[in-house]
T-cell receptor, first 113, second 113 residues
């Protein structure tokens, strides 16, 4: 158990819908990262937050957004969902923004029908 | 841009066999290198890391040496066990203020008794 929690574990929804994935980092970790894992793209970095502020952006679509709250938990919002958004979404956390090392949560499996 | 290339799997070995998973990287600077492992149905766990050239990371019988001259970070284990069956990811990051990892596509290892 890494100490990073993610909810829900599974999510099934329809195209065009909007969902919110939630992540609680390890106690004391200030930095949160979101990754998408799909069969064709592998593990793709989406976005990083540090102590409430956006720190880095990766291959995140404009339909996706995220935020980190004052209690340090983070939410990833996915809207206008498409079939291709079906994937595992991982949250990871680290004490410092350097990401050395990252601790990953168990993931949320999103299925878009 | 920076990238990580891993040997394609799946790799199937018998118990107690020697394991090598090749990993090479392309980087503009001097990154840290990592191996992460993903067991079925779980998130990624840090297996080992190396922060500079010629460093050797080791953990649970696995080893990898940071080779700057060949831009490689191959993962090895002398005698694999069934419990080592998992997907292995090679990754790099630059640390600093942006700790996002760049991952290889992963190599699935199956160890048969």
């Amino acid at each position: 158990d890494s100490g990073v929690t993610q909810t829900p574990k599974h999510l099934i929804t329809a195209t065009g819908q909007r969902v919110t994935l939630r992540c609680s980092p390890r106690s004391g970790d200030l930095s949160v990262y979101w990754y998408q894992q799909s069969l064709d793209q592998g593990l793709q970095f989406l976005i990083q937050y540090y102590n409430g502020e956006e720190r880095a952006k990766g291959n995140i679509l404009e339909r996706f957004s995220a935020q980190q709250f004052p209690d340090l938990h983070s939410e990833l919002n996915l809207s206008s969902l498409e079939l291709g958004d079906s994937a595992l979404y991982f949250c990871a956390s680290s004490v410092e923004p350097s990401g050395r090392p990252l601790f990953f949560g168990p993931g949320t499996r999103l299925t878009v029908l | 841009g920076d990238s990580v290339t891993q040997m394609e799997g799946p790799v199937t070995l018998s118990e107690e066999a020697f394991l090598t998973i090749n990993c090479t990287y392309t980087a503009t600077g001097y990154p840290s290198l990592f191996w992460y492992v993903q067991y079925p149905g779980e998130g990624l766990q840090l297996l080992l890391k190396a922060t500079k050239a010629d460093d050797k990371g080791s953990n649970k019988g696995f080893e990898a040496t940071y080779r700057k001259e060949t831009t490689s970070f191959h993962l090895e284990k002398g005698s694999v066990q069934v419990s080592d069956s998992a997907v292995y990811f090679c990754a790099l990051n630059y640390g600093g203020s942006q700790g996002n990892l760049i991952f290889g596509k992963g190599t699935k290892l199956s160890v048969k008794p």
